[in-house]
C-alpha cells in the first residue's frame, strides 16, 4: 500500500478539515501552547480537571497542517474522561505508535488513534503527529507553559 495513501486517510482528512473539541476552557490553570518549528503548526490546549485530576474536557484552538490539527481532534476525543496518568500511557503508546514499526499491534487501546500508524514512514510529520500530546502533556503541569517539538 502507498503509504502517501495510507498516511493521508479518510480520518486523518475529516478531522483535519472539521476538528472536534475546538475552544478554549476559561478559568483553568491547565493550560498550555504548542509550537512545531518544523512545520509552523500551532495551537493552545486547555482542560478541565476534576480533584482526581480526570479530563473532563479537553479544548483546542490553533494552526496547523491536516496532521496536527487532526492529530489534536483525535487526542482530545481520546483523553477526555482518562487521569492524567493513564494519558501519559497513552501518549507512550501513541509514541510507539509513530516511531516502532508494527506499533499498531502492541497497543490495541490507541483505538481510532491507530490511524496515525502511516506517519513513521515521514519523520518529519511525527513532530506534527505528537505536538498536541506534547502540548498536553505541559498543560498537566498546571503552570503557563509552552510546548516545542524541538
Ligand atoms: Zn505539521
Not at 509513530?98 to 500508524?117: I, N, R, W
Amino acid at each position: 500500500m502507498n503509504p502517501l495513501r495510507e498516511l493521508y486517510q479518510e480520518m486523518i482528512l475529516d478531522h483535519g478539515r472539521r476538528p472536534r473539541n475546538r475552544g478554549t476552557i476559561d478559568d483553568t490553570p491547565h493550560r498550555a501552547d504548542g509550537h512545531n518549528p518544523l512545520c509552523g503548526d500551532r495551537l493552545s490546549l486547555s482542560l478541565e480537571l476534576d480533584d482526581d485530576r480526570r479530563i473532563l474536557r479537553a479544548r483546542f484552538t490553533g494552526q496547523g497542517c491536516a496532521i496536527s490539527t487532526a492529530s489534536a481532534s483525535l487526542m482530545t476525543e481520546a483523553i477526555e474522561g482518562k487521569t492524567a496518568e493513564e494519558t501519559e500511557e497513552l501518549f507512550r503508546s501513541f509514541h510507539d505508535l509513530v516511531t516502532v514499526e508494527g506499533g499498531e499491534d502492541h497497543h490495541p487501546e490507541l483505538g481510532k488513534l491507530a490511524v496515525f500508524a502511516g506517519v513513521r514512514e515521514f519523520p518529519v510529520r511525527v513532530k506534527c503527529a505528537t505536538l498536541a500530546w506534547h502540548t498536553l502533556r505541559a498543560a498537566l503541569e498546571g503552570e503557563e507553559t509552552a510546548a516545542t517539538t524541538e
